[in-house]
DNA sequence: AGATTTCAACTTGTATACAAGTTATTAAAT
DNA sequence: ATTTAATAACTTGTATACAAGTTGAAATCT
């Protein structure tokens, strides 16, 4: 488990958790690993009372099992699981970029322009940190101009289940391709054109497309035997 | 608040769960209500520990507000979580009736046709409450056939949203058309035919569309003033 | 009477003690 | 040496004590 700073706006129940799930994200808490509520509750300096309420939450999200009395465990990967959260992503990122494309108002669009034109700047710069935030501030701006923010909320929270299996394939994509699509999404939305906005999405996460089977064979122990 | 009996084989925290959601879905605690963690876990007859983690998790869930060091409060009934619940349930169930129609494997499908069969039978026994339980489950089978369970569980927890919009509304369709419909969805399985499965669903959800505006009048205080 | 202060009664947040059950080690018995 | 039994060290589940902050009523002062 790694070190995550503790903010100080943060009460010890918003650290933990947020500590706790970005180790699993990271993989430093590795999937099918024994956790212990008083060891993270020493190591993160807090008390078991929002150690376990986080642990709980992730339990829910289906990151952690709890075996009452014998010990909680990082969740093996569940490839249902990754093809569940890769099929919600894509129904949903589709459906709502249509909606925005009907619901963009001047001042959405406007937001949507600044935050691609920093996205090729940084483009230029070589800072895929940067684009890396300004990616995820695009997204969830789409949900947003749709009026969809709380089911934004809940694709980030099943995106976790890919978000890992990424980290372990290191994934990555040239930043000029995501921010290329980002660009003509953009413009989709400019022209209400629901159609081209349904293909670039399509396009695009089609970038993200990973071989489980390939990584079942280089991480056989992370990942749940069907 | 009213009494849910304590099953056996729950645990406090389950139990717990259980009963203030149910709760809340029924509009016994309702919108806009004061909520005391000390009242419930009296009423309930469990210590505080597990009513806490059931508060947070519905708090996650955006039913209920906490203040800190202040009180906590069942959520205002918020129109635009309606809206994002009836528009996400809408797209999640004709994405997966379609993918049903790919994946439905003759056992899947009698299971299907033994539920509806079951459903008719009760149609003609005029039992209300049988139907609604084989419903829910009709639903769910369809997901599970898309191998979809997980978005499955997602969807129940938005749809507590709607839930009690529909309590309010005192909404009901009459049996003989959702059974009706649900014949018609296993068809539509049957033969894989999307397109059919696609407008049968969209009918289906239009039964239950309910008008916000009415029921703003009648229930003033239920609602958040935007 | 009206404004101000004090304080008691609440709230949730956190820490901790104990309950109940599992597991692995150790000691004893065969 | 092997098996069995006892036990110590863990686990999570639950209850409770206390900390920190808010609120409103009562008491006091002007």
Redo the contacts between chains.
């Keep these: 488990m790694k070190k995550v700073e503790r903010m100080s706006s943060e ?1 010890a129940r918003e650290y933990a958790l947020r500590a706790i799930t970005e180790n699993i994200k990271s993989a430093d808490l590795e999937p099918g690993q024994a956790i212990s509520e008083n060891e993270i509750s020493a190591f993160l300096g807090v008390s078991r009372t929002p150690v ?2 986080s642990i ?2 992730l339990h ?1 999200a ?1 990151l952690i099992e709890i075996y ?1 009395q014998r010990g909680s465990y990082v969740s093996l990967i569940n490839s ?2 990754v ?2 959260a890769v ?2 992503r894509k ?2 990122d589709i ?1 709502v970029i249509e ?1 925005a494309c009907d619901m963009a108002t001047p001042e959405d669009i406007k937001q949507l322009e600044e935050n691609v034109a920093l996205q090729e700047f940084y483009l230029e710069k070589d800072n895929t940190e940067k684009i890396f935030e300004l990616d995820n501030e695009f997204h969830r701006m789409i949900y947003v101009t749709a ?5 934004h909320n ?1 694709r980030q929270m ?1 995106m976790i289940h890919f978000d890992r299996v990424r980290t372990l394939s290191m994934l990555t994509v040239k930043d000029k391709k995501i921010v290329g699509d980002h660009r003509l999404m953009l413009e989709a939305i400019k022209e209400k054109d629901k159609e081209k906005a349904k293909e670039i999405v399509e396009k695009h996460l089609n970038r993200y497309r990973l071989d489980q089977e390939e990584l079942i064979k280089t991480f056989p122990q992370y990942f749940e035997t069907a």
Excluded: D, G, N
């Design positions: 009460t376990r309420e709980q939450e829910k289906a009452p249902q699981y093809e569940e099929f919600l129904i949903l459906a909606e009026k969809k923010e709380t089911i809940m099943i």
